[in-house]
């Protein structure tokens, strides 16, 4: 119900009708001009009926109806539309009645059926297109447009959620705001949230979260903390800030934590922090934005829709900004360290004198960048480039490709992409190389809880091939090279320049091809990733995909030393093995060894076993002094979980001689859950770049 001292809007009011013995569930109709909508909630019956309002503001012409009846169900809901602006007061009464149009769907009888009569009364099965012309007042005339979205999408779903176009003033937010929870809190009850968290007992409770910690010294367990390196090893991952959640969560869905090791002086120091977004902060104050786990069946995608439709509960946050940075770092040029996500804005934040994290805020590059950057940008050390992806999932679906230099953004350019995953990209000394693998977006997965990306047989992998030579960037300097056979890179190892003139690219990338069956709830259909050797000939439009010695061994989470992106005398890489799964996302974290890899012989070099019931995550290099920037003169940095105890530590391992015990590894007195990507940044670009504070 509109408050009377609101500015005159027009009103909609659906009753929900459940059909026999069925329960009600919420759609979405959004005013598409309201900025800003709610929900507010009417009285419901133990059975499921229920009444929900809706106000739309007058220069709104055009609904969207997402929703459908249960197939032989018999049901349907009754648009009933009123008011409009006051008339003059001798004519208030019959201007009232003139503004009163009914919009009725009908029961659903097996076929859609659509009508409009003179009197504006509308029959229509909800999902069929169709248009109305009604009259508000004596001078107002709007246009009705009724539509499905996605056919089919809810056809197990019975019901509309309607918002209410927010008018400014305290009073009018705080109901709306109450009508919110009251629905969130609704939707809550048909979930369930402690089937959610079966990820946070695998492994021994591996993904339990954990709370921060500071300045933590770190005792030897074993060996001796090398004095040829200084700098801070940094990996990151999702952490619950509520712990147990009131919603429904995945093990992807906590906020970004980072945790530190710093090693200077033969000694170390432990520290672990929240990156403190503004959705972490609203988070803490009470807010809440929907999360991954949240989405699943019919209840979970009517809390996406009312989320999308209210601006995240009038947080005010553009899509870009609201989010976790849970998923991994970087070290930009312009000495910055970097949070991400794949849905936002890189996230900054500093060290201090111990490596503590401190959250600094988003780098929006001096105002240039105001869409997503993927979680794995690329850099360009000789000079100073970053190359970076992004991708809008939602209609229309965009994916994009920029540049930025110097702290800014200095090229961008849209790509005709399918929704595919597109999590990483490589760059040669001579190309910017796209990766258009074989998964596909399906958002109506979301009613079935079923995976967010489907194998795609039929789709080939194929590359996105730009010449650096070019100058700027154009979608047509694009060059599109496909494969014969379907497949999906998640993470790439390296890329090189290869061919007398340089028109040949090397990819080592652990590639997946299709298996039916093998899901989780993220990748559905989707094989084991085994390391292979991709060559594509930019002059003859080819791809060759090879097995490589080593690829009989599972492996992900592929790394190379960060200086050395994109160079073609760089002899070595690093991947860590992973366990054969069963089909739990947690098993896709259950690494039990490294892997060194060697791209001038061509295969596996060797490899890391740890002991039975100790797993790690990815294998970060950290180079010696007077490592060359080429050579595997360093050390491969993780953490360590050990299943049966629950104890956590941090080793160094040779990373030249791969030897099966670590240089060292370190006692941390608290728990490091399994995490994403790492990061190593020597003491001396730490001190440089001015990110770290009270540094000798």
């Given at each position: 119900?509109?408050?009377?001292?609101?500015?005159?809007?027009?009103?909609?009011?659906?009753?929900?009708?459940?059909?026999?013995?069925?329960?009600?569930?919420?759609?979405?109709v959004?005013?598409v001009?309201?900025?800003?909508?709610?929900?507010s909630?009417?009285?419901?019956?133990?059975?499921?009926?229920?009444?929900r309002?809706i106000?739309?503001?007058?220069?709104?012409?055009?609904?969207?109806?997402i929703?459908?009846?249960?197939?032989?169900?018999?049901g349907?809901?009754?648009?009933?539309?009123?008011?409009?602006?006051?008339?003059?007061?001798?004519?208030r009464?019959?201007?009232?009645?003139?503004?009163?149009?009914?919009?009725?769907?009908?029961s659903?009888?097996?076929?859609?059926?659509?009508?409009?009569?003179?009197?504006?009364?509308?029959?229509?099965?909800?999902?069929?297109?169709?248009?109305?012309?009604?009259?508000?007042?004596?001078?107002?005339?709007s246009s009705?447009?009724?539509?499905?979205?996605?056919?089919?999408?809810?056809?197990?779903?019975?019901?509309l959620?309607?918002?209410?176009a927010v008018?400014?003033?305290?009073?009018?937010?705080?109901?709306?705001?109450?009508?919110?929870?009251?629905?969130?809190?609704?939707?809550?009850?048909?979930?369930?949230?402690e089937?959610?968290?079966?990820?946070?007992?695998?492994?021994?409770?591996?993904?339990?979260?954990v709370?921060?910690?500071?300045?933590?010294?770190?005792?030897?367990?074993?060996?001796?903390?090398?004095?040829?390196?200084?700098?801070?090893?940094?990996?990151?991952?999702?952490?619950?800030?509520?712990?147990?959640?009131?919603?429904a969560?995945?093990?992807?869905?906590?906020?970004?934590?980072?945790?530190?090791?710093?090693?200077?002086?033969?000694?170390?120091?432990?520290?672990?922090?929240?990156?403190?977004?503004?959705?972490?902060?609203?988070?803490?104050?009470?807010?809440?934005?929907?999360?991954?786990?949240?989405?699943?069946?019919?209840?979970?995608?009517?809390?996406?829709l009312?989320?999308?439709?209210?601006?995240?509960?009038f947080?005010?946050?553009?899509e870009?900004?609201?989010?976790?940075?849970?998923t991994?770092?970087?070290?930009t040029?312009e000495?910055?360290?970097?949070?991400?996500?794949e849905?936002?804005?890189?996230?900054r934040?500093?060290?201090?004198?111990?490596?503590?994290?401190?959250?600094v805020?988003?780098?929006?590059?001096?105002?240039t960048?105001?869409?997503?950057?993927s979680?794995?940008?690329?850099?360009?050390?000789?000079?100073?480039?970053?190359?970076f992806?992004?991708?809008?999932?939602?209609?229309?679906?965009?994916?994009?490709?920029?540049?930025?230099?110097?702290?800014?953004?200095?090229?961008r350019?849209?790509?005709?992409?399918?929704?595919?995953?597109h999590?990483?990209?490589?760059?040669?000394?001579?190309?910017?190389?796209?990766?258009?693998?074989?998964?596909?977006?399906?958002?109506?997965?979301?009613?079935?809880?079923?995976?967010?990306?489907?194998f795609?047989?039929?789709?080939?992998?194929?590359?996105?091939?730009?010449?650096?030579?070019?100058?700027?960037?154009?979608?047509?300097?694009?060059?599109?090279?496909?494969?014969?056979?379907?497949a999906?890179?998640?993470?790439?190892?390296?890329?090189?320049?290869?061919?007398?003139?340089?028109d040949?690219?090397?990819?080592?990338?652990?590639?997946?091809?299709?298996?039916l069956?093998?899901?989780?709830?993220?990748?559905?259909?989707?094989?084991?990733?085994?390391?292979?050797?991709?060559?594509?000939?930019?002059?003859?439009?080819?791809?060759?995909?090879?097995?490589?010695?080593?690829?009989?061994?599972?492996?992900?989470?592929?790394r190379?030393?960060?200086?050395?992106?994109?160079?073609?005398?760089?002899e070595?890489?690093?991947?860590a093995?992973?366990?054969?799964?069963?089909?739990?996302i947690?098993?896709?974290f259950?690494?039990?060894?490294?892997?060194?890899?060697?791209?001038q012989?061509?295969?596996?070099?060797?490899?890391?076993?740890f002991?039975?019931?100790?797993?790690?995550?990815?294998?970060?290099?950290?180079?010696?002094?007077?490592?060359s920037g080429?050579?595997?003169?360093?050390?491969?940095?993780?953490?360590?979980?050990?299943?049966?105890?629950?104890?956590?530590?941090?080793?160094?391992?040779?990373?030249?001689?791969?030897?099966?015990?670590?240089?060292?590894?370190?006692?941390?007195?608290?728990?490091?859950?399994?995490?994403?990507?790492?990061?190593?940044?020597?003491?001396?670009?730490?001190?440089?770049?001015?990110?770290?504070?009270?540094?000798?």
């Amino acid at each position: 119900h509109v408050p009377q001292r609101a500015t005159p809007m027009t009103a909609l009011s659906f009753v929900i009708v459940a059909p026999q013995g069925g329960q009600v569930g919420p759609g979405l109709v959004p005013p598409v001009a309201a900025k800003k909508l709610c929900l507010s909630a009417g009285p419901s019956t133990p059975r499921g009926r229920g009444v929900r309002h809706i106000g739309l503001n007058a220069a709104a012409s055009s609904l969207v109806v997402i929703g459908a009846l249960r197939r032989g169900s018999r049901g349907g809901v009754r648009l009933r539309l009123a008011g409009g602006r006051p008339a003059a007061s001798s004519d208030r009464r019959s201007a009232a009645r003139k503004s009163r149009v009914v919009h009725a769907v009908s029961s659903y009888r097996g076929q859609p059926e659509t009508r409009l009569t003179k009197s504006g009364t509308v029959d229509a099965f909800i999902g069929a297109p169709w248009e109305a012309q009604f009259t508000t007042g004596p001078e107002a005339t709007s246009s009705v447009s009724l539509a499905p979205e996605q056919p089919g999408l809810l056809e197990d779903f019975a019901g509309l959620y309607s918002g209410v176009a927010v008018h400014a003033g305290k009073e009018w937010q705080k109901l709306c705001e109450g009508a919110l929870s009251t629905a969130f809190e609704w939707l809550d009850s048909l979930q369930d949230v402690e089937g959610s968290l079966g990820w946070a007992s695998a492994l021994g409770g591996a993904f339990e979260p954990v709370a921060p910690a500071r300045h933590v010294p770190l005792h030897v367990k074993s060996g001796q903390i090398p004095r040829d390196i200084a700098g801070t090893f940094m990996r990151i991952g999702p952490n619950a800030a509520q712990w147990p959640p009131k919603h429904a969560t995945h093990v992807f869905d906590g906020d970004g934590m980072v945790h530190t090791v710093r090693l200077s002086g033969g000694e170390a120091v432990y520290n672990c922090a929240f990156m403190e977004t503004p959705r972490f902060n609203l988070e803490r104050q009470g807010g809440h934005f929907l999360r991954i786990a949240e989405m699943a069946g019919p209840s979970g995608l009517a809390k996406l829709l009312l989320a999308s439709a209210t601006d995240n509960r009038f947080a005010e946050l553009p899509e870009h900004l609201a989010t976790t940075a849970n998923t991994s770092l970087a070290f930009t040029p312009e000495g910055k360290l970097w949070a991400m996500h794949e849905a936002g804005v890189p996230f900054r934040f500093e060290l201090d004198g111990s490596g503590c994290p401190r959250s600094v805020g988003f780098d929006t590059h001096a105002g240039t960048l105001a869409e997503a950057m993927s979680a794995h940008p690329k850099f360009d050390r000789r000079t100073g480039e970053t190359f970076f992806h992004g991708s809008i999932k939602r209609e229309p679906a965009r994916f994009y490709v920029g540049r930025a230099a110097g702290g800014r953004v200095t090229d961008r350019v849209e790509l005709p992409l399918h929704a595919g995953f597109h999590h990483d990209i490589v760059v040669t000394e001579r190309y910017v190389v796209v990766v258009d693998g074989s998964m596909s977006w399906e958002p109506e997965s979301l009613v079935q809880a079923e995976a967010l990306w489907k194998f795609a047989p039929e789709r080939k992998l194929r590359f996105g091939v730009w010449p650096r030579s070019a100058g700027t960037m154009a979608a047509e300097d694009f060059v599109w090279i496909e494969s014969s056979e379907a497949a999906e890179i998640i993470h790439a190892l390296h890329a090189s320049d290869a061919g007398d003139a340089g028109d040949t690219i090397v990819v080592w990338a652990p590639v997946c091809r299709h298996q039916l069956g093998a899901s989780d709830s993220v990748l559905g259909d989707i094989g084991p990733p085994r390391m292979s050797r991709i060559e594509i000939d930019v002059a003859a439009g080819a791809v060759e995909i090879a097995s490589v010695p080593g690829s009989e061994l599972r492996t992900e989470f592929p790394r190379v030393r960060e200086d050395a992106t994109g160079c073609s005398a760089l002899e070595h890489g690093y991947s860590a093995i992973q366990a054969e799964g069963d089909g739990n996302i947690a098993s896709n974290f259950n690494f039990i060894g490294l892997a060194k890899w060697n791209f001038q012989a061509g295969g596996l070099e060797r490899a890391i076993n740890f002991p039975p019931g100790i797993i790690g995550g990815e294998p970060i290099f950290i180079p010696s002094a007077g490592s060359s920037g080429l050579d595997d003169r360093g050390y491969i940095g993780t953490f360590l979980w050990d299943t049966r105890t629950r104890e956590s530590s941090f080793a160094l391992f040779d990373a030249q001689t791969m030897a099966p015990e670590p240089v060292v590894e370190l006692e941390v007195p608290s728990r490091v859950p399994m995490g994403f990507h790492g990061l190593w940044v020597g003491e001396s670009e730490l001190r440089e770049s001015g990110v770290a504070a009270g540094r000798a």
